[in-house]
């Protein structure tokens, strides 16, 4: 079985701060991983995700991600957060099936301070 | 806008109840997972609807069950409740394809008293 390790529960940054927000995860096989953004108010969304190739992804809003195999990491970057950024992030993963089937770490809270 | 529909969007139950949560997936889609997000917790895998058929589960007992109509839309049904089974419950749809991103509906925060 999968588990997903998100090592920040709450981050508060300052408008035009760099962000970066840990993921780890545990399975040995083919994975597919997945950065998902809920803003206050509104429906759980996907903000990037990986399945195979150029281990760096570029998602929605500046977001990026790259992809350590050997690290089992998949951390979420952006370089100057804004304060629409503010939300729950949550990193999942999935055993190379479908986007449903997925497992999801406790989320961590951005609050960006204007 | 996602598409996809869930109702109702709250619910009080007591011990021992059954309930009944419900789901319209997103025009064209095939799939239907539903989640339980506890407070403070990551969405937690129930189990998965294809084409009516449950296509996959989490490690949740059999009083958690479901069903999925010819038009995709799905039923969540969950036995006996426990004061644990509190928490939101998302419902998810896409395709049966790993490239296919899921679009989350709103969720039904459920409280059992």
């Known amino acids: 079985a999968q588990s997903v390790s998100q090592h920040n529960h709450h981050v508060i940054l300052s408008e035009a701060a760099s962000l970066e927000l840990g993921c780890n995860y545990s399975y040995g096989g083919t994975v597919n991983l997945f950065w998902y953004v809920q803003y206050p108010g509104q429906h759980l969304q996907l903000l990037l995700k990986y399945f195979s190739g150029d281990p760096l992804v570029k998602g929605i809003k500046g977001f990026e991600a790259e992809f350590i195999k050997s690290k089992f990491s998949f951390n979420l970057r952006k370089p100057s957060v804004q304060w629409s950024d503010t939300a729950e992030y949550f990193c999942a993963v999935n055993a190379n099936t479908n986007a449903g089937k997925s497992t999801f770490g406790d989320g961590t809270t951005l609050t960006v301070k204007p | 806008e996602t598409g996809v529909t869930q109702s109702p969007t709250h619910l009080i139950k007591t011990r021992g109840q059954q309930v009944t949560l419900r789901c319209s997936s997103q025009s064209g889609h095939n799939t239907v997972s539903w989640y339980q997000q506890a407070l403070g917790q990551g969405p937690q895998f129930i189990f998965q609807?294809?084409?009516?058929?449950?296509?996959g589960r989490g490690n949740f007992p059999p009083r958690f069950s479901g069903l999925q109509f010819p038009n995709y839309s799905s039923e969540l049904n969950v036995n006996a409740l426990e004061l644990d089974d509190s928490a939101l419950y998302l419902c998810a749809s896409s395709l049966d394809r790993p490239t296919d991103t899921q679009y989350f509906g709103p969720g039904t925060r459920l409280t059992v008293l």
């Open positions: 609807y294809y084409r009516e058929e449950e296509n």
